[in-house]
């Protein structure tokens, strides 16, 4: 089955994300969407399935398989992008990496997401790698994941260790999940921290709409609250051609 997506609209970003401060949050490479598939539903993809999943909702890594892709901010940034998912000892289990590669217009750490699309005089990488579990107990779904996180500039470099946990059940043929991603200690570099960015997701998402006699439509929906209280909803649809 092929898939085009057609839309992705009504994502939020938040201002203090794309803002050129000095301390926010950090690494870079947890500010973009993980993947092709994410982006094009809004962002809203705590309740999405497939490996890119593991990205979003550690419970939602159901469907074995695996994703490679590479995106590009303008001629400035690269990001890549990498999941596999697997079973072992009856337990879904994934793996998972994020390797964004930039130059920072920032003289110092962190540095702002909106700043992507142009190519600044610091050269600086950003990583995410994750290890995933997932287990269903009475119908509900649950997941855990841990992450080696660190971001570069120059000289210097910041790293830590992040968690993610989340829930996720099928209800009337929607699939709800709610997730805490990257919740764990601050990052520091020459002196200034950077906190990771701790986000409280839920959403849904309702696959296999029928539109006509080759196409389906999903649609999908989910608010964020982030860690100093900001609320980001966001939504987006995709058509598939079968």
Not at 3 to 18: E, K
Not at 41 to 54: Q, S
Not at 189 to 215: N, Q
Request: proline fraction near 5%; hydrophobic fraction near 45%; glycine fraction near 16%.
């Amino acid at each position: 089955m092929g898939g085009v997506t057609l839309a992705m609209l009504l994502t939020v970003v938040s201002s203090a994300s794309l803002s050129a401060q000095l301390v926010g949050p950090a690494p870079t490479v947890l500010l973009v969407p993980a993947g092709p598939r994410a982006l094009g539903l809004g962002d809203a993809f705590v309740a999405g399935d497939g490996p890119e999943a593991l990205f979003y909702n550690p419970a939602q890594i159901g469907s074995r398989g695996s994703m490679l892709a590479i995106a590009r901010f303008g001629s400035a940034a690269t990001l890549g992008t990498f999941a596999v998912v697997g079973r072992a000892a009856g337990t879904n289990v994934a793996f998972g990496v994020r390797f964004l590669d930039f130059g920072t217009t920032v003289d110092g750490f962190p540095s702002p997401a909106g700043a992507l699309p142009i190519r600044g005089p610091v050269d600086a990488t950003s990583l995410d790698a994750m290890l995933a579990a997932e287990k269903s107990w009475y119908g509900i779904r649950f997941g855990g994941a841990a992450h080696y996180v660190s971001e570069q500039q120059g000289g210097g470099r910041a790293t830590g260790v992040l968690f993610d946990a989340g829930a996720s059940r099928e209800v009337a043929g929607i699939s709800l999940g709610l997730s805490v991603r990257n919740a764990g200690r601050h990052l520091a570099l020459g002196g200034v921290a950077g906190d990771p960015p701790t986000r409280v997701t839920l959403g849904g998402m309702k696959e296999g709409i029928v539109v006509g006699t080759f196409f389906d439509l999903g649609l999908a929906a989910a608010v964020t609250r982030e860690e100093r209280g900001r609320l980001v909803p966001a939504a987006g649809a995709e058509l598939t051609w079968e």
